[in-house]
């Protein structure tokens, strides 16, 4: 199979209206006459769900939160980017997608990432539209924030909660679909499996999480909206129930999966207070346009922040990259803190972290202002660290936060599953090896308002879809399968927590596959996998039945999920001989340690072909190709 | 202060909605005082499992206090002790070695307990779909700066749209009223030019369907105010009312 991205040709801001034209209609009589399945309520879900709804397309919506408006877009914090120019600071559609390209390291499909900064301007007024109480001068108009990876300030925020708002915005949106009968809610459902008929996705399986019961949905095309797999490493800053159930099962039912070592490590996190630790808590980056990142200049010097003199201190964000300074993108700022830590630089009872400092922003604009900006962030620091960040500085660490790697799909955002749609965080399209900051929530929404909306016709128009009901065999296939993990699960009865294997697997993965790579450590993780895996099919202890609420079961089945596809994830960094982004190969570096790429072998997606249970994955590759944003060794010195 | 604690817990276990339930009684040694309090309970599952018995189900997922899916009453106090503090964001340094605590699921009519502290609060959403919303679709929104909103309006707005939807405000009401959560999303839109078109059939209708879902009259204790993990003001709640006015005046108020 070749790998087809459908990437229109001829000029690269011309593209997507060409495409949007030549795509295929449906008329509004015919659109009633579909149904569509849209799996996950996140920006990406409940904003296609809610837009589908608006054309006229009969909706599900499924989650396994109890309310859609509970899903982990909702945490994100800093703001959500678009090329506005309202600041007259040189902003354009193509400094957004030039910094896009940049930023990811030259590994993201160049024509997506152009359509992803053209309609990044139509999401701001539509979430205006909607009620979002987006952050304003005094003058009425809306205020912009700079983030990482950019000169330009053109991050549009809700306090530390833009997140938040823009979700509810999509979620009113859904909720009155809801309301005219158009999009149907199925919360506490899980997905567990894909049905594919005759080579096209045309249900899913869930498994209600209250009664228990496996329940069959038809429809003719499935868009998956789950997020990212940030949690297979235990500790991160997704949310607890973030996990990758649903695309794994579809990537097993024969969906590819793109580049999954490109994984986001956030440098600004609240570090580990002990073992008893179940997530971690990101601090926005939005807190590096006021705040600075030192260390001591002396390894071991134990002196209370206050107390080291400037003369003492290494502001070596600043030292290293004067024209970014403090907004670095993330990897780079990432690597820069575990490097000073390697040094034994590190602050804080454990050695690994480093200052995040205010004093300077309070004494230029007051208290009042800092608060006013980041106050939320600041409670929340002081909260989890019983320390108050506006008299000494914060003390942070880099953290699993974002997975730029996901479901390959195509311009259409189309799978290799024709019928198979994937929105949001779960493809790997428009980041490439790193993501910038303000930039999920944008990519998010625009899939969801205004790409899926007009592709979907595309195979809705396209294709001849035969009528299918839950009747037909394939769905009992798939129940059964899913039935029979749930049951493995639970026969094992043996002596171990799933959360006890889980924390392992995490801990091996960000050993050898975190922040710096080698090759050894990557062989050594994949055996050390698979006898984890072995372990917990025949130790694993899930206490219950099946046909209850039973949220160990639940756990079970991520975790099973998480110790396949994390095998997929170690494969994947072993194979990409090179730095780049966030995957830093310890082999490929620059005599500053900056990423070296290798751009004459490795510049392509890599997307992995599921071969079975510990059988090698199939390996197809996407070449890419740069015409406006020419591939060079990044700099933001 | 001391880095370790030993805690009493009696918390409520119910098997499924309908079923009788019971406080269960579980000693806790040696809990750090950096854990979060849901981290306390993780710990207590995996003690309860690694005895073979069932873990104490409850919801919590963001863990940072924003997604709103968490939620108990903490000795007869909706998220414990701290104010405008969820309880994912409480801590265990809050508490004293020796400790008994008690915990407790949202109790509401309106919020069936669906499994020991887990209830359901879909009537939440219900009420949202009640006019929670402006109608408006994708694709057609003018520029987001053709209409300047004064900030001080943007500012009361975000003040109000803040609220998470946990439902504390219902589970600390001696009426389990929720007004408070009504008022939030009313007066978030009523405070925007672009919620002015349904200002008066929102509130109608979202009140109804309040009152439809068996939320019990708020009578002034505030004691909603209290319990909001984000601070909501029950002045929203006095405007609301104001709304609910002017809108059965209005002649406006139905669709």
Same mark, same amino acid.
């Given at each position: 199979?070749?790998l087809?991205s ?92 030039y910094d896009t390209v940049k930023g990811g390291d030259f590994r993201a499909r160049e024509?997506n990432v ?34 990482g990876g ?78 990212g797999y940030g949690?297979v490493f ?22 590819f999966f793109a580049n999954p070592c490109f994984t986001q490590i956030h440098p ?52 290293r990259y ?6 670095v993108p993330r990897d780079v700022a990432s690597r820069a803190s575990k490097a000073?830590?390697d ?55 880099p953290?699993v936060h974002y997975t730029m790697g996901g479901l390959w ?18 493809n790997f399209s428009d980041h490439g090896a790193n993501r910038l ?72 993965l960000w050993n050898n596959c975190g922040m710096a790579r080698n090759d050894a450590g990557l062989r050594s993780a994949r055996?050390?996998i ?35 596809f994390a095998e997929l994830l170690v494969i994947d960094a072993t194979e990409r001989q090179e730095s780049c982004g966030g995957h830093f190969r310890e082999e490929y570096q620059t005599e500053e340690g900056e990423a070296k790429r290798n751009d004459d072998k490795f510049q392509y997606v890599a997307a992995w072909e ?6 090698d994955p199939k390996l197809h590759k996407e070449p890419l190709t740069f015409e406006e944003v020419h591939p060079s060794q990044r700099s933001y010195k | ?41 993780? /710990? &207590?599952?995996? +003690? ?5 018995? %069932?873990?104490? !189900?409850?919801?919590?997922? *963001? ?83 053709? /209409? &300047?909103?004064? +900030? ?5 707005? %975000?003040?109000? !749209?803040?609220?998470?939807? *946990? ?89």
């Amino acid at each position: 199979m070749t790998l087809e991205s459908k990437v229109p040709s001829g000029p690269m801001d011309k593209r997507w209206s060409r495409h949007k034209f030549d795509l295929k209609l449906v008329a509004p009589a015919n659109k009633r006459k579909h149904t569509i399945l849209v799996v996950g309520t996140g920006l990406a879900g409940a904003s296609a769900a809610a837009t589908l709804a608006e054309l006229g397309y009969n909706v599900q919506a499924f989650f396994y939160h109890d309310s859609p408006r509970r899903a982990h877009s909702i945490a994100a914090q800093g703001g959500i980017n678009a090329a506005k120019n309202y600041q007259n600071d040189g902003d354009s559609v193509h400094r957004l997608f030039y910094d896009t390209v940049k930023g990811g390291d030259f590994r993201a499909r160049e024509a997506n990432v152009h359509r992803l900064a053209e309609v990044s301007v139509n999401i701001i007024d539509q979430c205006v539209a909607q009620g979002v109480p987006f952050a304003r001068d005094y003058g009425g108009e809306l205020a912009n924030r700079s983030f990482g990876g950019a000169q330009v300030s053109r991050t549009f925020y809700a306090r530390g909660q833009t997140g938040q708002q823009l979700l509810l915005g999509a979620y009113s949106s859904l909720m009155r679909q809801v309301d005219l009968g158009k999009v149907k809610l199925f919360p506490r459902r899980e997905m567990l499996d894909l049905v594919v008929i005759d080579g096209v996705a045309r249900g899913i399986v869930c498994r209600n999480l209250v009664t228990g019961e496996f329940e069959s949905y038809a429809g003719d095309a499935v868009l998956l909206c789950t997020g990212g797999y940030g949690n297979v490493f235990y500790l991160s800053t997704n949310a607890k129930n973030c996990n990758v159930t649903a695309a794994w099962r579809a990537a097993r039912r024969g969906a590819f999966f793109a580049n999954p070592c490109f994984t986001q490590i956030h440098p600004t996190c609240i570090p580990q207070s002990g073992e008893h630790q179940s997530k971690l808590t990101l601090m926005s980056e939005s807190l590096r346009n006021d705040g600075r990142v030192w260390v001591p200049l002396k390894k071991g010097d134990t002196r209370s922040p206050r107390e080291i003199p400037e003369a003492e201190r290494d502001y070596f964000l600043e030292r290293r990259y004067p024209s970014f300074g403090n907004l670095v993108p993330r990897d780079v700022a990432s690597r820069a803190s575990k490097a000073v830590c390697d040094e034994g630089r590190g602050v804080g009872p454990t050695g690994l972290s480093v200052y995040l400092d205010f004093a300077a922003s309070i004494e230029r604009d007051g208290e009042n202002t800092i608060r006013q900006k980041y106050g939320n962030l600041f409670q929340m620091y002081e909260k989890i660290t019983d320390d108050n960040p506006y008299e000494v500085p914060m003390r942070i660490y880099p953290a699993v936060h974002y997975t730029m790697g996901g479901l390959w799909v195509d311009y259409n955002l189309e799978s290799t599953v024709p019928g198979l749609f994937v929105l949001g965080e779960a493809n790997f399209s428009d980041h490439g090896a790193n993501r910038l900051g303000a930039s999920a929530l944008m990519q998010g929404l625009a899939d969801g308002y205004f790409i899926v909306p007009y592709t979907l016709g595309s195979h809705i128009a396209g294709r001849t879809l035969a009528k299918v009901t839950t009747d037909h065999p394939a769905f009992a296939d798939a129940v059964k399968a899913s039935r029979d993990v749930t049951t493995r699960l639970l026969a094992v009865q043996g002596s171990r927590s799933v959360d006890s294997f889980h924390r392992e697997l995490g801990m091996t993965l960000w050993n050898n596959c975190g922040m710096a790579r080698n090759d050894a450590g990557l062989r050594s993780a994949r055996e050390k996998i698979r006898e984890l895996r072995d372990q917990f099919w025949s130790n694993v202890r899930v206490t219950g039945k099946g046909e209850e609420l039973n949220q160990t079961l639940e756990h079970a089945g991520r975790v099973a999920d998480y110790f396949e596809f994390a095998e997929l994830l170690v494969i994947d960094a072993t194979e990409r001989q090179e730095s780049c982004g966030g995957h830093f190969r310890e082999e490929y570096q620059t005599e500053e340690g900056e990423a070296k790429r290798n751009d004459d072998k490795f510049q392509y997606v890599a997307a992995w072909e599921f071969a079975g249970v510990g059988e090698d994955p199939k390996l197809h590759k996407e070449p890419l190709t740069f015409e406006e944003v020419h591939p060079s060794q990044r700099s933001y010195k | 202060m001391s880095e370790s604690i030993n805690v009493t817990l009696k918390v409520w276990r119910q098997n499924g909605p309908g079923e009788a339930g019971r406080f269960e009684t579980y000693p806790l040694e040696n809990v750090s005082t950096h854990a979060s309090f849901l981290e306390m309970l993780d /710990i &207590l599952n995996e +003690k309860l499992i690694n005895t073979g018995k %069932m873990p104490v !189900a409850f919801d919590s997922d *963001c863990r940072e206090g924003i997604c709103g899916s968490c939620g108990l009453m903490i000795d007869g106090q909706a998220h414990g002790p701290d104010r405008e503090t969820a309880t994912c964001q409480l801590h265990m340094r809050r508490f004293s070695d020796g400790d008994t605590i008690t915990i407790e699921p949202w109790r509401a009519r309106s919020f069936p307990i669906l499994k020991d502290l887990v209830v359901d609060r879909s009537a939440f959403d219900r009420i949202i779909e009640a006019g929670g919303y402006n109608s408006i679709n994708a694709g057609n929104a003018p520029d987001a700066n053709a /209409i &300047l909103i004064p +900030k001080i309006d943007a500012e009361a707005a %975000m003040d109000a !749209a803040a609220c998470i939807g *946990c439902g504390a405000c219902v589970a600390a009401c001696k009426n389990a009223s929720a007004l408070l959560f009504v008022s939030a999303k009313v007066m978030h839109f009523a405070r925007l030019p672009q919620g002015k078109p349904e200002r008066e059939t929102r509130v109608a209708r979202m009140v109804a369907k309040m009152d439809e879902e068996g939320f019990g009259s708020c009578t002034n204790t505030t004691e909603c105010e209290a319990a909001c993990p984000k601070g909501i003001s029950f002045s929203n709640i006095v405007s609301l009312r104001r709304e609910s006015m002017r809108a059965q005046c209005s002649g406006r108020s139905t669709r």
